[in-house]
């Protein structure tokens, strides 16, 4: 068995199967991980990190197979992390992936992994980030995020991935109306897949209208902020179907794809490269890192803090017997939350005190 250490080098040293059990430790929070994931941060930062996502049906697996295939014959390097969203022991997710993706099937230099995002409050786990910090610290040149399709993956995308492409089946304009109540606003590209069949000129012009009104002072397009800015992400629930102008520099552009057949895919990876080239010359990309990392600290906190807690509830009887003790009349909510604290924010004080 080896050390973490050890697999850490082996992992540096370009071992996949190194590569898969860092991230197995990493999702299953396997003991030590923590220091393994800590160590990756020096070795990051090279990788281009893709999400793909979009409504359920919409194509996205074959379409990131087509991805990987064009990649690979550039010569880069690609890692596929696609998320599903029920057990990872049930095998599920990853055969179904791997016959989606039956075109990279066999090369080394394209490496799938299904990760589950069960039980996490905001959709898309930690783990996924930190099996992202290992694809990356490997070497991979292109990490490809594929979400389920559905719930907060969808928003928690743009704080994994530099560039999000949203995928949109031809439809009628109420396919339209729904993504704009949901995931459209995230979109630093939109993919019109499937573009073969009936509805999808009418789908484009649905999404050309939406990006013009930009141009005019609101919707999508325009400025020079970029979605990416937390407070685009924070404002998501309030979100009225549009962007005021100064909140975003990049004006999503349509690529039309037929996946099944690898068409407009080379396009697809075109404008990527070109969102590549304006986060870096805009400045946007060096906040969009300096957002993610202030966003993992706080959720560490958050982790950190809820089990420590969690402990201390054990010790005092369980989350039962004091919910009792509120049924009781005996105290509040609030009153045992403060006595719970209390230990955390005397800590903090100490510490201010001796600054």
């Not at 898309?124 to 559905?150: H, P, Q, W």
């Given at each position: 068995?080896?050390t973490?250490e050890?697999l850490?080098?082996?992992?540096l040293a370009?071992?996949?199967?190194a590569?898969?059990?860092?991230?197995?430790k990493?999702?299953n929070?396997?003991?030590?991980?923590?220091?393994?994931?800590?160590a990756?941060y020096?070795?990051?930062g090279?990788?281009d990190?893709i999400g793909?996502?979009?409504?359920?049906?919409?194509g996205?697996s074959?379409l990131?197979?087509?991805?990987a295939?064009?990649?690979r014959?550039?010569g880069?390097?690609?890692?596929?992390?696609?998320?599903?969203?029920?057990?990872p022991?049930?095998?599920g997710?990853?055969?179904?992936?791997?016959?989606?993706?039956a075109s990279?099937?066999g090369?080394?230099?394209v490496?799938v992994r299904?990760?589950s995002a069960?039980?996490?409050l905001g959709?898309l786990?930690?783990a996924?980030?930190?099996a992202?910090?290992?694809?990356?610290?490997?070497?991979?040149?292109?990490i490809i995020?594929e979400?389920v399709?559905?719930?907060?993956?969808?928003?928690?995308?743009?704080?994994?991935?530099?560039t999000?492409?949203?995928l949109?089946?031809?439809?009628?304009?109420?396919?339209?109306q729904?993504?704009?109540?949901?995931?459209?606003?995230i979109?630093?590209?939109?993919?019109v897949?499937?573009?073969?069949?009936?509805g999808?000129d009418?789908?484009v012009r649905e999404?050309?209208?939406?990006?013009?009104l930009g141009?005019?002072?609101?919707?999508?397009g325009?400025?020079d902020?970029?979605h990416?800015?937390?407070e685009?992400?924070?404002?998501?629930?309030d979100?009225?179907?549009e962007?005021?102008e100064?909140e975003?520099?990049?004006t999503?552009?349509?690529?039309e794809?037929?996946?099944t057949?690898?068409?407009?895919v080379?396009d697809?990876i075109?404008e990527?490269?070109a969102h590549?080239?304006?986060?870096v010359?805009?400045?946007?990309?060096?906040?969009q890192v300096?957002?993610?990392?202030?966003?993992?600290i706080?959720?560490?906190?958050?982790?950190?803090?809820h089990?420590?807690?969690e402990?201390?509830?054990?010790?005092?009887g369980?989350?039962?017997?004091?919910a009792?003790?509120v049924?009781?009349?005996?105290?509040?909510?609030?009153s045992i939350?403060?006595?719970?604290?209390?230990?955390?924010?005397?800590?903090l004080?100490?510490?201010d005190?001796?600054?």
């Amino acid at each position: 068995m080896r050390t973490d250490e050890e697999l850490l080098e082996a992992l540096l040293a370009g071992e996949h199967r190194a590569l898969a059990r860092v991230i197995s430790k990493i999702e299953n929070r396997s003991p030590g991980y923590r220091n393994l994931v800590s160590a990756l941060y020096a070795h990051t930062g090279e990788a281009d990190v893709i999400g793909i996502t979009g409504s359920p049906g919409a194509g996205k697996s074959t379409l990131v197979d087509k991805l990987a295939e064009t990649y690979r014959d550039r010569g880069e390097t690609v890692g596929i992390i696609a998320i599903d969203p029920s057990s990872p022991f049930t095998g599920g997710a990853v055969l179904g992936d791997r016959i989606r993706m039956a075109s990279t099937v066999g090369d080394m230099d394209v490496f799938v992994r299904s990760m589950s995002a069960r039980g996490t409050l905001g959709g898309l786990s930690t783990a996924t980030a930190d099996a992202v910090k290992a694809m990356d610290a490997f070497g991979k040149d292109k990490i490809i995020i594929e979400t389920v399709g559905a719930g907060q993956n969808e928003i928690d995308i743009v704080r994994t991935a530099d560039t999000v492409a949203v995928l949109v089946p031809p439809g009628s304009g109420d396919d339209i109306q729904t993504l704009k109540a949901g995931i459209l606003e995230i979109a630093d590209v939109f993919v019109v897949n499937k573009a073969d069949r009936d509805g999808a000129d009418r789908t484009v012009r649905e999404l050309q209208d939406m990006i013009q009104l930009g141009d005019g002072g609101g919707g999508i397009g325009g400025g020079d902020g970029g979605h990416h800015s937390q407070e685009v992400i924070d404002a998501h629930d309030d979100w009225d179907g549009e962007i005021d102008e100064a909140e975003t520099g990049w004006t999503p552009p349509i690529v039309e794809t037929v996946a099944t057949r690898g068409t407009g895919v080379g396009d697809l990876i075109d404008e990527f490269a070109a969102h590549r080239t304006y986060l870096v010359d805009s400045g946007e990309h060096a906040d969009q890192v300096r957002q993610r990392y202030a966003e993992e600290i706080r959720t560490l906190l958050r982790e950190d803090v809820h089990a420590m807690l969690e402990d201390e509830l054990a010790d005092r009887g369980g989350i039962d017997d004091l919910a009792e003790s509120v049924r009781a009349g005996e105290t509040d909510p609030y009153s045992i939350a403060g006595e719970l604290l209390a230990p955390v924010e005397d800590c903090l004080d100490e510490l201010d005190a001796r600054d």
